[in-house]
């Protein structure tokens, strides 16, 4: 069993930055593929990056936000620059390992206009 508690989120104006982490539980973290997605209301949850054997971005992010890891520290990181009043979402962390999978209970990211 995997606990991941994400933290984090918050309100930003358009054009700022946050930072996300998920601190992970109950497995060897540097085994797991890690990723974070985000749901809006009304849309489906969607992937904004992963990392494990690679690192992959969805495009709308490509060049705004940076998935990193500290192993040592069990946790991901998602830092978020240039954000957009679309960013907006609850941002979910997710933990891959086989065909074990686990989601944190989401951090709501709004961003203003």
């Known amino acids: 069993q995997v606990h991941l508690v994400e933290s984090g989120g918050g309100l930003v104006q358009a054009g700022g930055s946050l930072g996300l982490s998920c601190v992970a539980s109950?497995?060897?973290?540097?085994?797991?593929?890690m990723g974070w997605y985000r749901q809006a209301p009304g849309k489906q949850r969607e992937l904004v990056a992963v990392i494990g054997g690679r690192t992959i971005y969805a495009d709308s992010v490509k060049g705004r936000f940076t998935i990193s890891r500290d192993n040592a520290k069990n946790t991901v990181y998602l830092q978020m620059n240039s954000l957009k009043p679309e960013d907006t979402a609850v941002y979910y962390c997710k933990s891959t390992l086989g065909s074990k999978v686990y989601w944190g209970q989401g951090t709501q990211v709004t961003v203003s206009s």
């Open positions: 109950g497995s060897i973290f540097g085994l797991n593929t």
